[in-house]
């Protein structure tokens, strides 16, 4: 029997056959882009409807699981959006590279649809993953870096591991700030040597921030169902909150890091990004597990759930005490006020609100931890290099400095790698200045920072402005970044969700829920309960500049 297919599905349908003739054309290796690709002149002309704009992973499933719908259809739809968004058209510069077997491993998700067995609510969804995640297929991993581009990872990163035992489609790699910002004192944001320049998709020459910035802006865009981004100190927060996003930065050890390029062992996680908190509460619970090759993954054992969708309860905020951050504020009016109605709608929605709760160690910490990334990351990066083995031509973070140096051009036309340099200079992990340091973090944003307060007023979780907006983007002084709060969470190792709070005129805002470590269960039911309160977020229109500034400019 025939099932109908709505609207939408004939369209995708129909994109299916066209997509897989081109698809081998644009997932080419290196370069994807170059940085005169985020020069061209554009008039913010919209491009054609999307089929799947904002849909859920539950409505795909939905379709699925009618019949009305096929992973295939859905995959070529979201290559096509990728081709109509970010290779022309607005051209965001977000997808550094597609998976060339993206519409067979659909088709595989489909037939085993149809032989009685789907591995969960991702099985056959389309995912975007940052471009610092190994994947052992067709494609590269190399952190936006020309030094790491030869042949393709030797095996899968645990996460990506369990996104196929999930029946996640693995749609392609997002570009990031080369290295995951850790090159320069001066650079810009979701610039690669690879990738070129990622765009912002609300307002084309904004920011689109932190290192995950190629995640934030595809995911915004609707070029996939859920990404993947990473972070040691506000890279899923901070592109999240300013692309309009909701970010999950778990607790350090939720998700394993082993097969991802590194910074810090202390610091980094992966976590989801997704245009909804019930999306990234789905890809969260996928991803959990226990990693023989991640020790700080054993701390999560009993600690961690595989379904994360059981807190999404609209009712959370009942009788929640929330404290709020006032030494955490004061970025920009147009956030502040903003923040403000996110206080109040918390208050309508039957909080406790706790004002001030101010986390009284912010800031104090900030010398000790760059001590800390800096040994940690020359540290990483040498293992990581030397288990790459053949497939990178560089073997050390002393092979990667030369090699910028001897392809300035390409690697280093507007920011240097004196980040990188001085990382070098540091000495071991045995050394007293670093075991100093990683003391000094902890007691100060845990004992003394989130823990302490959150005990004297029995907090559920504290709330603050995620980020200030986004600035022009400007290659050549650098970012101007204008301000956020995921340092605390991040040095700490404790979890923090951005969702959605507003705008400042076309610009996004987020609120950030941070918790005490091993809560992500209880931050999604608050952040949830706060989304459906407000519903904030609106799919971006990719305006080419700012708007001329009218009397209400906040919202």
Not at 244 to 261: A, E, H, M, N, Y
Not at 367 to 376: I, M, N, T, W
Request: proline share 5%.
């Amino acid at each position: 029997m025939t099932k109908r297919m709505d609207r939408r599905d004939f369209v995708a349908s129909s994109l299916a056959t066209a997509t897989a003739a081109t698809v081998g054309m644009i997932s080419t290796l290196v370069p994807m882009h170059t940085a005169r690709a985020a020069e061209r002149d554009v008039d913010g002309a919209q491009p054609d409807a999307f089929p799947f704009a904002e849909l859920s992973i539950a409505d795909l499933q939905s379709r699925m699981t009618k019949g009305t719908l096929t992973s295939r259809a859905l995959t070529a739809a979201y290559l096509s959006r990728i081709a109509s968004v970010d290779r022309s058209g607005p051209t965001l510069n977000a997808v550094i590279e597609m998976n060339p077997d993206a519409l067979t491993i659909a088709a595989q998700r489909d037939a085993e649809r149809r032989a009685g067995k789907v591995l969960g609510p991702l099985h056959g969804i389309p995912v975007l993953i940052k471009d610092n995640i190994d994947s052992a297929d067709r494609m590269q991993t190399t952190a936006g870096s020309l030094a790491l581009v030869g042949k393709p990872a030797p095996g899968d990163a645990f996460i990506v591991q369990r996104l196929r035992e999930a029946g996640a489609v693995l749609l392609g790699k997002t570009n990031l700030s080369e290295w995951a910002n850790f090159r320069s004192t001066r650079s810009t944001s979701g610039w690669s040597g690879r990738g070129g320049q990622t765009r912002h998709p609300y307002v084309l020459d904004r920011n689109p921030c932190g290192s995950s910035s190629g995640t934030g802006s595809a995911i915004s865009a609707n070029l996939a169902a859920v990404g993947i981004g990473t972070e040691t100190d506000g890279s899923i927060i901070c592109p999240s909150s300013i692309c309009g996003l909701v970010g999950i930065k778990p607790t350090v050890g939720l998700w394993s890091r082993s097969g991802i390029i590194p910074i810090s062992s202390s610091q980094d996680t992966a976590g989801p990004m997704a245009r909804t908190v019930s999306d990234a509460a789905v890809l969260l619970g996928a991803l959990t597990g226990v990693d023989a090759r991640d020790r700080a993954t054993a701390d999560s054992a009993g600690k961690s759930a595989t379904d994360y969708t059981t807190f999404l309860d609209a009712k959370s905020l009942q009788g929640a005490r929330i404290g709020v951050a006032r030494n955490m504020v004061g970025f920009h009016p147009l956030t502040d006020a903003a923040f403000e109605r996110a206080i109040d709608a918390l208050r309508k929605a039957g909080a406790v609100i706790v004002d001030p709760a101010n986390v009284p160690t912010v800031g104090k910490y900030d010398e000790a931890e760059l001590d800390v990334l800096l040994y940690e990351f020359k540290a990483g990066v040498n293992a990581y290099l030397a288990a790459r083995g053949a497939t990178v031509s560089v073997r050390t973070i002393d092979d990667v400095i030369a090699f910028n140096r001897a392809n300035a051009g390409a690697e280093m036309p507007y920011f240097a790698q004196e980040q990188m340099e001085r990382a070098q200079t540091m000495g071991s992990l045995d050394d007293a200045k670093y075991r100093d340091a990683v003391a000094t973090c902890r007691r100060l944003s845990r004992d003394e920072g989130i823990d302490a307060i959150m005990a004297q007023h029995s907090l559920d979780a504290i709330v603050a402005p995620s980020n200030g907006p986004s600035w022009p983007t400007d290659l050549i002084n650098g970012d101007r970044y204008s301000g956020g709060n995921s340092s605390v969470a991040a040095v700490a190792g404790y979890p923090s969700i951005t969702v959605p709070m507003g705008f400042a005129d076309a610009l996004p805002l987020g609120v950030s829920f941070i918790g005490r470590a091993w809560s992500e269960g209880r931050l999604i039911g608050l952040a949830f309960a706060f989304e459906q309160a407000t519903q904030a977020r609106r799919a971006p229109r990719f305006l080419a500049t700012m708007p001329i500034a009218s009397p209400k400019r906040g919202s």
